[in-house]
């Protein structure tokens, strides 16, 4: 199958500061790519939806000026946590869709975000 | 919107078989998947269904019934590696195609 990769792994931050996360697509192309969120024994909560080349749309309740997401390439997505605090301590979950295999929506391995 | 439930745990033994059931409400169904989540990593992705009947994919089959608002994973021959949540997800067109999860079935294996 596809994969996803996630860059970092984990991550562990000071309250106030910002983290980037990124994602990538290895061996496809993916116009579309998703970001989630997943805390403690919860399911994945979709945050926003990024499309090659245009705005993300957020998921109501989510602040985009808090997560903001920038789509450059059609492998590329990142999600930057701005002025993190601790509750945005979290497992974050990308996913990207195959512009030719619609059916499937591949998972990066996760990025584990503790903020102290 | 959408509605997803599935039960939030089972445990069965090696060798058995353990069925996890899905229900759902939506508006513009366009397919339901499962996935497989062990603890602190992301999901694999497991079946697919958007039309009515079973699908089978060597130990794992996965059933679907839209009138019915109903889906569920079948897992034959249980080995201790499947030991995982296993989560129901739907996607609908009003949605922009974005997939909805469940909160997830935590199935535990035992010798």
């Known amino acids: 199958g596809a994969v996803v990769s996630q860059h970092p792994s984990w991550v562990i931050c000071k309250s106030g500061t910002s983290v980037k996360i990124e994602c990538r697509s290895l061996?496809?192309?993916?116009?579309?790519m998703f970001w989630y969120r997943q805390f403690p024994k919860q399911s994945l909560m979709l945050m926003a939806t990024?499309?090659?080349?245009?705005?993300?749309?957020?998921e109501q309740g989510v602040e985009k000026d808090k997560f903001l997401i920038n789509h450059a390439s059609l492998t590329l997505s990142t999600l930057t946590v701005t002025s993190a605090h601790p509750e945005d301590s979290s497992f974050y979950i990308c996913?990207?869709?195959?512009?030719?295999?619609?059916?499937?929506?591949?998972f990066g391995p996760g990025t584990r975000l503790t903020v102290l | 919107g959408q509605n997803i439930d599935q039960p939030t745990e089972m445990t069965a033994t090696e060798g058995a078989i353990v069925q996890i059931n899905c229900t759902y409400q939506?508006?513009?169904?366009?397919?339901l998947f499962w996935y497989q989540q062990h603890a602190g990593e992301a999901p694999t992705f497991l079946s697919y269904?958007?039309?009515?009947g079973l699908e089978e994919k060597g130990r794992f089959s996965s059933f679907l019934s839209r009138s019915k608002g109903y889906s569920y994973l079948l897992l034959k021959e249980l080995q201790m590696k499947d030991s995982a949540s296993y989560l129901c997800?739907?996607?609908?067109?009003?949605?922009?195609?974005?997939?909805?999860f469940g909160a997830g079935t935590t199935v535990t294996v035992r010798a």
């Open positions: 997800a739907v996607r609908e067109h009003g949605r922009g195609n974005k997939l909805s």
């Open positions: 061996d496809f192309q993916a116009t579309t």
């Open positions: 990024s499309n090659e080349g245009s705005k993300a749309t957020y």
């Open positions: 269904n958007v039309l009515d």
């Open positions: 939506t508006s513009g169904f366009n397919g």
């Open positions: 996913s990207a869709r195959d512009q030719e295999v619609e059916n499937e929506q591949f």
